[in-house]
């Protein structure tokens, strides 16, 4: 077994190099972390002081311990989670549009450092795109794929369904992924794949901070 993992491991370290390099081609900075640990590490280190910070829905950040870390520092959290109410909730996701650091993930990245993000009300994807002085990405790589049509696939058949069974939990749900597990390319009133942006380069330069990780994490 430990062969095996280290095996993995290095596979992950080799890949991520040259990912790392498609990604600083295309303007974005970018690192790589052994672990969930060093990547909540690396993040915490890329965030200034008395910044105010804010994050999408993302299982992965919560999995490397940043949320949980980020609330031990003295800098200025928008948890759109607190609120109690739904029209608290989204003065706080617009509020997070304008927040110095903006904390996610994306769905899917190919090889060459194009990164495929799927959004039910365009939120984070906004962020992404434009708003906060600086987006912190950390992406496990199980999210790595080898072009951009198998990034694209992967985010809308895997990635879109699997969430949406994690948000719909007692089928029936409210769309037909929520039901069969495969994306049914649905209208639905809950649909989550709203928005389908992909980020091809970082403008300005720098704005974007890509931490890939060497485990599995997210979806």
């Known amino acids: 077994m430990q062969e095996k993992e ?51 829905g993302s299982v992965t950040i919560h999995e490397t311990g940043l949320v ?35 904390v996610t993930s994306a769905n899917a990245i190919s090889e060459d450092g194009v990164l495929v993000h799927i959004d039910g009300l365009g939120n984070r994807v906004a962020a992404i795109a434009f708003g906060p002085k600086s987006v912190i990405i950390i992406i496990g790589m199980n999210k790595v794929c080898k072009t951009i049509g198998d990034a694209r696939n992967r985010a809308r058949n895997y990635a879109a369904p699997v969430n949406a069974l994690r948000i719909y939990k007692n089928p029936p749900g409210k769309t037909p992924c929520s039901n069969a597990g495969i994306c049914g390319d649905c209208k639905s009133e809950g649909c989550i794949c709203s928005y389908i942006v992909e980020t091809r380069m970082c403008n300005p330069p720098g704005r974007i901070k890509i931490i890939l990780v060497g485990e599995s994490l997210g979806f």
């Open 6 to 56: 280290g095996a993995i491991q290095k596979k992950f370290e080799l890949s991520a190099a040259a990912i790392v390099k498609n990604l600083q081609s295309r303007k974005f900075d970018a690192y790589y972390c052994r672990t969930g640990e060093e990547a909540a590490e690396k993040a915490l280190s890329l965030i200034p002081e008395k910044s105010s910070v804010s994050w999408g």
């Open 68 to 102: 949980e870390r980020l609330y031990k520092t003295d800098l200025k959290i928008i948890d759109r989670d607190k609120a109690k109410t739904g029209e608290e909730r989204n003065d706080m996701m617009r509020t997070a549009l304008l927040c110095d650091v903006f």
